[in-house]
Structure formats: C-alpha cells, structure tokens
C-alpha cells in the first residue's frame, strides 16, 4: 500500500499516468499539473508552492515504475504466471541465466544454477530502480537548477575560451608591436640614406658649378689661342672638358630595403619567437593548486580560490603533463628548476592511468624527485642518488636501445629486445644525474613536472633555432663520396686484374 501511495499523484491520488517531474522536484500527471496551472493561471507546485518557470519534462524513471507496478498487481490478481513448459506457477527466479523459473524448471534445466524466491529478486529489483529512480530525479533537478557536473564543465569552457583569447590577442599585440618598430626602423633607415646622399648630391652639385664654370672660362680662352697651340693642347683641353657624371652608387640602395625583407624580419622574430620543445597541459590538474603561465611554458605551485576551478583535472595532485606524447624517435628537452630544493619531473604514460598512487613505473611514471638535499629515483623503494652538484636545469633524454650486441640485424628483426631510455644529466655541465633502463615501447610518453615549491616555478628552456637556407649543389657536389667510393671500386679492380694478367 505505501508503494502505491509513492506512486500515486498528488492531485488526483491515482496511479501515475504519464508523470512528469517540475523544477522543484516533485511530479504529476501531465493532464492534471496542465489542468491546475490552466485553472489557477499560475505555474506553482501544489506541494511546496515554489514557483515552476521551466516547463515540466517527462519522468520515465517514475512511468517505468509505474508499469512495473500495475503488471505485478495484474499478476497477483490472475494468481501468478505459469511456466509455459511444465504449466507450473512460477515463482523462482534464477540468478545464472537471468529468467523466471518454476520448481520443476530448477529440477531439471537449473539444478546446479543460483536461484533465490521470485519475491525476493522482485522487491531487489525494485530497491535498485528506487536508487536509479532517486539519482535520475537529482541529476535532472541539478541539470535544471545549473547545478550538475555538465553545467559546471560549460561554465569553465566558456572560462577557458575568455582567458585564452586575451593570451591570443596579448600575444598577437607583441607580434605587433614588432613589426610596428621594426617597420618605423627600416623607413627610417632608408631615410637615412635618403638624407645623406641628398646632401653629397647636393656637395656635388655645388662643387660641378664651380668646376664646370672654371672649365667653361677656361675653354672659351683656349678657342682664342693660334692654331698650333691648340692642336698641341687639344687632348688636354678635351680631357678638362669632361665631366663626371654621378654613378649608380648615387642612387638609393633599394635591394638593400626590399631585398628579402619578410625572411629578413621572420628571421630577427626569433628574439622574440622562442621555440619551446614541450608545452605543458593547464588541463592536467587542478588550477587551485598550480598556476600555469599564459605561455604554458611555467608552472608553481599555489593555493588559491578559482571562481571557476577545472572540474575535470586528470590528476588530482599537481602533476601537470605536457601536451603532446612522443610513441618513437628521440626527444630532448630541458627543465629550469632554478634554486627549488622542492620538485618532481620526469615522463608518464600520460592518459593510460588517472590518479594513481604512487609515481614509480609500475603505475606508469619515471622521474626525479628533489626533497630539500635528498635525490631520489621514482620507484617502490625510493633509492636515493648521488649528486655532487645541485643542477639549475635538468635534461630529459627519451632515446632507444638494445640489449645485447647482437647486431644490427637482431635489433630489427627481434622488437621484443628493443627498448626505450630515459636519462636525465645535468644541462649546463652534462654531467649524468639518472637513467631508467628497460622502458616499454608501446604506449606514448608524456613529459610531466610536479612544482612543491611556491616561490621558484618550474620552466621549460626553450630550444636553439636554426633557419638554414637550402643550397642547391651540383651533382659532383651531391655526390661526390659515392663517386670517390666507385672511382676506388674501380681502381682496385684494376689492380686484380693487373696482378693476374702478370701471373
């Protein structure tokens, strides 16, 4: 009788007939909450009064239940299902194969099966579609409220998406600002140049108006003198005649302006353009308790309140991965970890495993971890390390090798003895640190670095970058160590065949 009472609505006191569930919490049938609002011209709960502004949605959990109810009350007033087979009432349930049994049923074809009373599975059943009732009803008030996890991820989305497009457009303005001073240097530069040889054009013309007119005054004077002076004196006077006009070197250096000027400017960018070899991933863990920097080059640790904390961290301490996994090849990169006597770096397995405890490799993780004077590998035992000298910047090396010294035929034809490497050294004197051996090859490895010390972050060092133009050589060029290689080929041969001719 409860569980009908349960089931029942509160204004018609019958058995639900398609119920629906307001933003309140409570439910009706849909023709009498219509039928009340269209009467009342109001849209309040008539249990609790509180005002209902979304429209009511369709709660199948309760309908559900609901049919359950009236197809066991239909059942107990026609005395119970009987099994088809032996035309016995049923009223085992077996566990095993998941069906409805009578007793002659378990006897012959579920003897060995789990079994237990029909009205007992029943009413364990029903106990669960009570919870699963009870859990959709909360998450559908949660969702309408905003209150639920999807509506807290859409808040944080939209978080996200604000903060990074003030770091795009920052980053962007930089760019700006660059190209805005280093056009203002190159016009200025060129009128520079405009400047300077506008005035020796204008020296010059000063100095060629006195010239010519000394010249012009002392031609009209040679045309007077006797004939045979002037023949004497013709080459001369002639010479003196000249005038040196101003050359090409006069004229603005417009290659020198124009001349690949986007490579040129592309290539000072580097200044300010750094490559950094791992970003690392702000989504990886808690923003309450690490601070990553615009960049995603820095992290330190912090405690802070967020006005929208990540609510779907992959970790729950402050492990902060990298944002790309490398499955093969070699890889390196270095990690500043500055004067912090508190720190953990190292590679992972990244989205393989989430939150586990503890970082050693059998759950995935290879590292360091720096505990005040104390170095310690990751692993079960925590072994201690030896270092003489504190480094500033640690360098990861991911590299691949072989176990034994089968050759290079073994290495390629048998993978099960290939494995991966990773070392860490000291980046200013490359003097070795640690290494972990025998490092599986079938999962990605994620860079990844754990900041315990608030005042000294951990950064990534960015890498050297090389703008190399190709150079387009001949074919002697290209391959002249092959030719070297055929033309002594070809003079040992010689030398054979000499050898045999003589004997």
């Known amino acids: 009788m409860a569980l009908e009472i349960d089931l029942s609505c ?3 006191t019958e058995l639900f007939r398609d119920p629906v569930l307001l933003s309140c919490g409570h439910s009706f049938c849909r023709r009498c909450i219509n039928d009340l609002w269209t009467s009342s011209r109001s849209r309040n709960c008539s249990v609790c009064r509180q005002l ?7 709660n199948l959990s309760l309908r559900n239940a609901c049919d359950s109810y009236l197809r066991e009350q239909n059942t107990k007033k026609d005395g119970g299902r009987k099994c088809q087979m032996h035309r016995e009432m049923i009223d085992l349930f077996c566990q095993t194969d998941g ?5 002659k049923c378990k006897r012959d074809e579920h003897e060995w099966h789990v079994t237990l009373p029909l009205q007992q599975t029943v009413r364990q059943h029903k106990g669960k579609l009570k919870e699963a009732l009870h859990s959709a009803e909360k998450t559908l008030l949660s969702l309408q409220n905003g209150t639920s996890r999807n509506s807290k991820i859409a808040r944080y989305i939209k978080s996200q998406t604000e903060t990074t497009e003030r770091s795009i457009r920052m980053e962007f303005e930089k760019l700006h600002q660059f190209l805005r001073k280093e056009e203002e240097r190159r016009i200025a530069a060129l009128n520079e140049e405009e400047k300077e040889k506008g005035v020796e054009m204008e020296r010059g013309i000063r100095e060629g108006i006195l010239s010519l007119s000394d010249i012009v005054r002392e031609l009209e004077e040679r045309i007077e003198d006797d004939d045979i002076t002037l023949l004497e ?3 001369e006077i002639m010479n003196r005649a000249k005038y040196t006009l101003p050359d090409a070197e006069a004229l603005i250096d417009v290659p020198k302006h124009l001349g690949n000027l986007k490579y040129k400017v592309w290539e000072k960018m580097k200044d300010i353009c750094p490559y950094y070899p791992v970003i690392l991933n702000p989504n990886t863990a808690p923003a309450d308790v690490v601070s990553v920097s615009d960049d995603l080059t820095s992290v330190s640790s912090c405690f802070r309140q967020q006005d929208e904390p990540n609510p ?5 301490n402050r492990v902060v991965l990298g944002s790309v996994g490398y499955a093969d090849g070699v890889h390196t990169w270095d990690i500043e970890v500055g004067k912090s006597r508190h720190w953990t770096l190292g590679v992972c397995l990244g989205l ?5 405890e503890p970082l050693t490799p059998v759950n995935g993780f290879w590292g360091l971890r720096r505990d005040g004077d104390s170095y310690r590998y990751l692993t079960t035992g925590m072994s201690r390390l030896n270092v003489k000298r504190n480094p500033e910047i640690v360098r990861v090396k991911i590299e691949y090798y ?3 010294n089968d050759g290079v035929f073994f290495m390629i034809f048998r993978k099960q003895k290939c494995w991966r490497k990773v070392r860490f050294s000291d980046a200013r004197s490359d003097s070795y640190l640690a290494e972990f051996s025998r490092v599986p090859l079938e999962n990605e490895l994620f860079p990844f670095v754990i900041p315990e010390d608030q005042s000294v972050p951990l950064r990534v060092v960015p890498a050297k970058v090389i703008l190399k133009v190709e150079q387009k050589l001949s074919f002697m060029d290209t391959h002249k160590v092959l030719i070297l290689i055929c033309s002594v080929f070809v003079v040992v041969i010689a030398m054979i065949m000499s050898w045999k001719i003589q004997h």
Request: glycine fraction near 0%; aromatic fraction near 4%.
């Open 10 to 12: 509160p204004v018609c």
């Open 52 to 58: 209902s502004p979304q429209p009511p949605v369709s």
């Open 99 to 103: 069906k409805a049994i009578c007793a």
């Open 233 to 235: 004196n013709y080459d």
């Open 312 to 316: 779907v961290p992959l970790h729950r």
């Open 352 to 356: 393989v495993k989430r939150n586990v």
């Open 402 to 404: 072989h176990e034994d």
